[in-house]
């Protein structure tokens, strides 16, 4: 059975008609399957304990695509670890019972302050962007007396071939150390006395369909480990990132299990010739093939406008709610949440906001009316966690189902929680 399918014309997730989640916590509405999440996490768990030596892999799921605790809970319940990019998301790990020895920490703008926390829970890697931040990092960890562990990010300047805004391994991106500076900088890291090096890690980009360009990062970053172990820096794991695509529309990724299988292939040939068969830990950072498709935003239609040109329908739902149409000219599938027979139109599904760029999909043969719900399919990547309150819209409400139960996970947001913070000026400036 398909994760959200039509029963007797209403479309479910699991065993649950999404008409009675809108029911309940109104619209729009986030919804995640647990069983979509625990079987893709699944995949790339089997695969890392069929072909990984002594078991030495370790996912770490990356916290930006969906951060809900219940989600973070759920995965760290099967053991994974988790890839970090700023203080507050190591908080919602720890919140969520994750465990700080199995997070590490990406992104290239952390601050003493960051560094600071991620020291105090000890967590297993940072993986370092450039000399400053080394730098900074050997002088917070020298001030609360520890050793930090690093890795350093390079790029392999291979294409990722997917969209410029989510490509992050070319040359002219701001990711990444370039890869004719990697050994130099890791002799750098290598010399500072409140760092120890243990890893290298590398992340080309999101939503690869091949996983031929993720090899040939994997083959590059093999040639350095070789070449760092020659100068006498032996490193404990690679990580090749995260990156394999979902379905949208009609794309056709390669499957989690058979990339591994194929990467692990790689890495057990590579360390029988050259290293007596000693294995070396591997480290994935997978978010959109663990979420992407287990989540959908139920949207209600609000009006219909019949045009000369266009047909718009408009929901309650917006480009605050779901950015990556507006911003990447992300295509998701739309569905009428409740099946009519009548023939469809031609419409636009836009949102409330103030802003033409407030589209979620466009062109979509739809047969409905106002009231009705749909949802727009594929949402649990990067939806949720890249909200904005943008035109005082609260965020919407967050469900997961398991079964035949559903449970909220994060009640809508009130208005006046959305000013809670803001405050006047002295005096009677009014
Ligand atoms: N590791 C690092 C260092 C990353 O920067 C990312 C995503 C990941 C792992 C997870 O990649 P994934 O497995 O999800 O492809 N907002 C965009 C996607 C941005 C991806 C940013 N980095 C979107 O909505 O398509």
Redesign the pocket.
């Known amino acids: 059975m398909s994760i959200f399918s039509y029963r007797d014309g209403e479309l479910c997730a699991e065993a649950v008609p999404l008409k009675a989640i809108a029911e309940r916590f109104g619209t729009p509405t986030y919804v995640y399957s647990k069983a979509a999440l625990l079987d893709n996490f699944a995949a790339y768990d089997r695969a890392c304990r069929a072909h990984a030596k002594s078991g030495n892999a370790l996912v770490c799921y ?1 916290v ?2 969906n951060s809900n605790l219940a989600v973070l809970n759920l995965l760290a319940s099967q053991g994974s670890g988790f ?1 970090i ?1 700023s203080g507050g998301e190591l908080l919602r790990v720890i919140a969520a019972g994750g465990d700080p020895r199995k997070v590490i920490f ?1 992104g290239v703008g952390k601050s003493r302050e960051e560094m600071r926390l991620a020291l105090s829970h000890d967590i297993l890697c940072f ?1 370092v962007e450039s000399i400053p931040e080394l730098q900074r990092l050997n002088e917070v960890a020298g001030e609360l007396g520890k050793r930090a562990p690093v890795s350093l ?1 390079v790029n392999p300047n291979v294409d990722a071939k997917t ?1 410029p ?2 490509s ?1 391994g070319l040359k002219e991106n701001k ?1 990444g150390v370039a890869f004719e500076d990697t050994l130099s900088t890791y002799r750098a890291a290598a010399k500072l006395p409140n760092l120890e090096v243990v890893g290298i890690d590398c ?1 080309i ?4 369909l091949d996983d031929a360009p993720l090899l040939e990062a994997l083959d590059k970053v093999i040639d350095l480990v070789d070449a760092l172990e020659a100068e006498g820096i032996a490193l404990h794991h690679l990580d090749i ?5 979902i379905t949208y529309d009609e794309e056709k990724p390669v499957a989690v299990g058979d990339y591994l299988e194929r990467l692990f292939a790689r890495v057990n040939a590579w360390r029988d010739a050259k290293h007596g068969g000693a294995p070396i830990k591997v480290l994935f ?5 663990i979420v992407g498709n287990a989540g959908v935003l139920v949207t209600e239609v609000q009006y219909l406008k019949h045009g000369a040109s266009k047909n718009f329908a408009i929901v309650d739902a917006a480009m605050n709610d779901l950015m ?1 149409p507006a ?2 000219e ?1 295509w998701h599938g739309v569905k009428p949440v409740t099946q009519r027979m009548q023939p469809g139109k031609v419409y636009d599904v836009v949102g409330p906001v103030c802003e033409s760029g407030d589209w979620l999909a466009r062109s979509r043969d739809l047969a409905m009316e106002a009231g009705d719900l749909l949802a727009i399919m594929s949402a649990g ?2 939806g949720m966690t ?1 909200a904005s309150n943008y035109n005082t819209r609260g965020r919407a409400a967050e469900v997961m189902v398991d079964g035949a139960e559903m449970h909220l996970i994060r009640r809508r947001e009130t208005p006046q929680e959305l000013f809670a913070l803001e405050s006047l000026l002295p005096g009677d400036a009014a």
């Open positions: 990356s930006k695509s890839d990019v990406s993986n990010r969209h805004y989510i992050t990711f992340h980009g999101s939503q690869l990132g995260g990156g394999i695509g950072e997978p978010g959109r093939s990556r911003m990447y992300a990547a990067y890249m």
